[in-house]
């Protein structure tokens, strides 16, 4: 993920047309988009002109500030650790749902919450065998279902047990679905709804999770699954590889969604929360 | 969303060729600069589409524009063909080892590509060609990936081994080539761990099974919204694994799938399948025309183009045919009858309209506006018609129109209705004689725009 910008303001003696073109090219391998990279280079130019600049070098903070401002997160994007929350988590096939979970789990457990674990994907073959494996991992408690079973009812339970376990933390795994298939995104309204009529009273966290390495479909998934339940943040996965998750910052951009987490690794300590600072300075490190 | 404002985009632009009679340079880099951004949208590579862009730019630059397109029109066609042919060959097949002997495929690929579901797919797929495919667990890592495989293994009715996780997957491997020779198994599909490219430790392990086993096929599943990185995932696994073929996954959602360009252009290996579904049968071959127009997004401008073309060559006769009698001012049902054909040669109207660029979004109103049942109750009044009557228009009566009702199977006055329209087209067309007098790629279907059929 590093070295992203680090060899263009080197690289230019003047700040030109070529070193515009560059800048948005670097910002296109990185998968932020034509629009925003659009974005992002006009409002370097109006800078450069506001502020009578005249080396490559100056643009650096700025475009590094630039973006950092886009991304960086409210004070209060974390404020539901603290309280009692239930985490409902979506996104499509193969994105690192339940992995991401089972390091959730892992995190809230070791800050010494109580974590329960609902399988509500009982469409993948083994889903809930994996969810399990990582409950066992984390040390929480896990409630599942059978293959094929109605998701909302292995979800129901698990409301139920986490009333009567008084747990702090309740994390939802549902079946990866594509956010083109209307009846597989209505089973997640209802679950949505379920929570609402069920759980109503505890913290509300919608995470739709998003592999890093997607490039701009990952704007038409937030978008559509925005549509089932107001998105709170999404967790981008894969960041240890040589993706630069750029779509994050269009995704920011364009549909004011916050990145909450990343994943760095399959190791179950490998998620962090986000850091707006840290990830863009490794871009231009 | 923003597919369609794209593809309004690039209308647009070429809308400012479209008066033009030349293909200039100019012409061609205002054009080439919005396929550009198309491409770049579609997440195919920036070095890929800057390649792309100039080889285009030097075979569309003074290039003639084919009778009946505009420049815009030749341009998107010139972009289209070159997509098609990087993208090809179409019948990319799997090479099987000769006679009895076992071929070995290795699937591998990034975490959540989707092997494991079309490491199943292709069981499934070889399985309706008479293979006896056996599938092997070599995912020693992921939590639940042997149940994963063991479960699918059993919905495509193909057989499943496994060793646990606590062997080496090289050693899975050879266990497996044993079993299957004995087990009378021709086909072995290796499913590997999803793995990160950069990742030395995972990829020797890749390496390792190459050199422990006979891989006569290693295909890399690519999932089809990837970005940017595509390129390097793709080169990675090539340089140090070597590839054979390509699948490409979750081809079922909605992703414009410039992946698919982006690892094609890198490594020249073909795509063999694509993934376009949940169902476990749900994997189809790639088709690299249908692929170039998902990733250009323009619409079916070409196969617009293609079946106008083909269709006007066999219709020439009966077009040149038709406007001799026009020229005489004859127009009867026949030549209405013969006029309907061409128009459903072309795929009926509302998919004609369709596919017309800018009339794309619109498809939907257009569909209720023009009525193929219409069409089609039009053509069974002509039917039921006598020949006599078809030839000569004036012997139309009352008796007759009922009869002609009677047939056709509508009310009189529907045949009425008819009768009237078809004189009025009949008027029109004494009045503008010159119609049909088409050069290639004219005719019927250039004079469209002009004509309006009372359909």
């Known amino acids: 993920m590093a070295g992203f910008f680090s060899k263009i303001f080197g690289g230019y003696k003047q700040i030109d047309e070529d070193f515009y073109d560059e800048i948005f090219e670097k910002l296109v391998t990185g998968d932020v988009g034509v629009r925003t990279s659009n974005e992002i280079v006009e409002r370097l130019r109006d800078q450069v002109k506001e502020n009578h600049i005249k080396s490559p070098e100056e643009c650096r903070e700025f475009l590094k500030n630039n973006i950092k401002e886009q991304m960086r997160l409210d004070e209060d994007a974390f404020a539901f650790e603290k309280e009692r929350s239930v985490i409902f988590v979506i996104g499509i096939n193969g994105v690192g749902k339940t992995t991401t979970i089972g390091k959730l789990a892992a995190m809230y457990k070791n800050e010494g919450k109580r974590v329960l674990l609902s399988a509500a994907d009982t469409f993948r073959a083994a889903a809930a065998e994996q969810l399990g494996e990582w409950a066992n991992r984390a040390g929480v408690e896990m409630v599942s279902g059978k293959e094929g079973q109605d998701p909302s009812s292995v979800l129901f339970d698990t409301i139920q047990s986490a009333k009567a376990k008084q747990v702090d933390v309740l994390i939802v795994d549902t079946a990866g679905r594509l956010h083109n298939k209307k009846n597989l995104m209505d089973e997640l309204e209802k679950m949505n709804r379920l929570i609402n009529s069920y759980y109503p009273l505890v913290h509300r966290e919608n995470l739709v999770v998003l592999d890093g390495t997607t490039g701009q479909n990952a704007l038409n998934q937030a978008r559509e699954f925005s549509e089932v339940t107001k998105l709170t943040g999404f967790i981008m996965t894969k960041m240890d590889g040589t993706a630069r998750g750029g779509i994050a910052v269009a995704i920011q951009s364009e549909l004011k969604i916050p990145v909450k987490y990343i994943g760095v690794g399959e190791k179950i300590t490998d998620l962090k929360r986000f850091n707006a600072d840290e990830y863009v300075d490794s871009l231009f490190e | ?455």
Request: with cysteine.
């Open chain 2, 1 to 455: 969303m923003a597919f369609e404002s794209l593809t309004d985009k690039l209308q647009n632009a070429f809308k400012k060729l479209k008066s033009k009679g030349l293909l200039t340079e100019e012409d061609v880099k205002v054009a080439l600069k919005e396929v550009k951004m198309a491409l770049l949208e579609a997440d195919v590579n920036f070095k890929v589409v800057k390649q792309f862009v100039s080889s285009v730019e030097e075979r569309a630059v003074g290039a003639d524009v084919l009778n009946g397109l505009n420049p815009g029109q030749m341009v998107v066609k010139i972009v289209n063909d070159e997509l098609v042919s990087l993208m090809g060959p179409e019948n990319a097949e799997l090479v099987f080892q000769p006679g009895k002997s076992i071929t070995t495929i290795m699937m591998c690929g990034l975490q959540g590509a989707g092997k494991t579901t079309a490491t199943a797919k292709l069981a499934a797929k070889l399985l309706t060609k008479g293979k006896r495919p056996l599938l092997v667990a070599c995912d020693i890592y992921r939590p639940g990936a042997i149940k994963q495989l063991q479960i699918n293994g059993e919905k495509v009715k193909v057989p499943v081994f496994e060793m646990g996780d606590k062997n080496s997957p090289v050693d899975i491997a050879k266990a497996a080539l044993e079993h299957a020779a004995k087990n009378d198994n021709n086909v072995v599909i290796l499913d590997t761990a999803g793995r990160l490219h950069i990742d030395d430790e995972m990829m020797e392990e890749l390496i390792r099974i190459k050199e422990n086993v006979d891989v006569h096929q290693t295909i890399l599943v690519v999932d089809a919204m990837t970005g940017q990185d595509a390129v390097t995932v793709a080169e990675d696994f090539n340089e140090r694994i070597g590839i054979d073929g390509v699948i490409l996954s979750k081809m079922d959602g909605d992703a414009r799938g410039g992946a698919a360009l982006s690892v094609k252009a890198v490594t020249q290996k073909p795509i063999l399948f694509v993934g376009m579904g949940e169902k476990l049968s749900d994997l189809e071959q790639f088709y690299p025309d249908r692929m170039a127009n998902r990733i250009l997004g323009m619409g079916d401008v070409l196969s617009l183009i293609e079946k106008a073309e083909e269709n006007l060559e066999i219709d020439e006769e009966t077009t040149k045919d038709m406007a001799s009698r026009l020229k005489k001012g004859k127009f009867d049902y026949n030549d209405y009858l013969e006029s309907m054909k061409q128009m459903r040669n072309l795929g009926g109207i509302s998919s004609i309209l369709g596919m017309l660029p800018g009339m794309g979004l619109k498809t939907k109103d257009l569909e209720g506006a023009i009525d193929e049942d219409q069409l089609k109750q039009t053509e069974a009044i002509i039917l039921s018609m006598t020949k006599e009557e078809r030839a000569n228009p004036k012997l139309m009566s009352l008796p007759r129109k009922g009869r002609i009702a009677k047939g056709a199977g509508v009310d009189i006055s529907v045949v009425n209705r008819f009768v009237k329209q078809f004189e009025q087209t009949q008027k029109m067309m004494k009045q503008m004689p010159g119609m049909f007098g088409g050069k290639k790629g004219r005719g019927m279907f250039g004079g469209l725009g002009g004509m309006k059929f009372p359909f």
